[in-house]
C-alpha cells in the first residue's frame, strides 16, 4: 500500500521560504515519478512540479525560478524547496505518485 506523507508546510511571511517534504512508503521509490500539486481555498488541484526517477524536473510556470523539486532516493523522501514566497502561494501541498495522494500540508504566506 503505498502512502505519502508531506511535512513542512506553515506560517511565513511574502519573500520567506520553506521547504516540503513527501515521504514515500509501499513501493519502489527510486522508480517512481513524483509531483507536488497544491489547491487554495475555491481553486481546483493545480500542478507545481514534478520530478521523475533520472532527477528530471519540470515546473509550472509560476513557480519557475522561486521553487525546486529534489529527491533522496537513500530516505525515500521528496522534497519542494520554496523561495521568494508571495501571498498567492498559499495553499494546501500535496504529493502525488502512483496514482496516491498524499494528505496535504498547509502553507500560508502572509503579506
Known amino acids: 500500500q503505498v502512502q505519502l506523507v508531506e511535512s513542512g508546510g506553515g506560517l511565513v511571511q511574502a519573500g520567506g521560504s520553506l521547504r516540503l517534504s513527501c515521504a514515500a512508503s509501499?513501493?519502489?521509490?527510486?522508480?517512481?515519478?513524483f509531483s507536488w500539486y497544491r489547491q487554495a481555498p475555491g481553486n481546483q488541484r493545480e500542478f507545481v512540479a514534478e520530478i521523475s526517477r533520472f532527477s528530471d524536473a519540470n515546473y509550472a510556470n509560476f513557480v519557475k525560478g522561486r521553487f525546486t523539486i529534489s529527491r533522496d532516493n537513500a530516505k525515500n523522501t521528496v522534497y519542494l524547496q520554496m523561495n521568494s514566497l508571495k501571498p498567492e502561494d498559499t495553499a494546501v501541498y500535496y504529493c502525488?505518485?502512483?496514482?496516491?495522494w498524499g494528505v496535504g500540508t498547509q502553507v500560508t504566506v502572509s503579506s
Open positions: 509501499g513501493m519502489p521509490f527510486s522508480i517512481n515519478d
Open positions: 502525488w505518485t502512483a496514482d496516491t
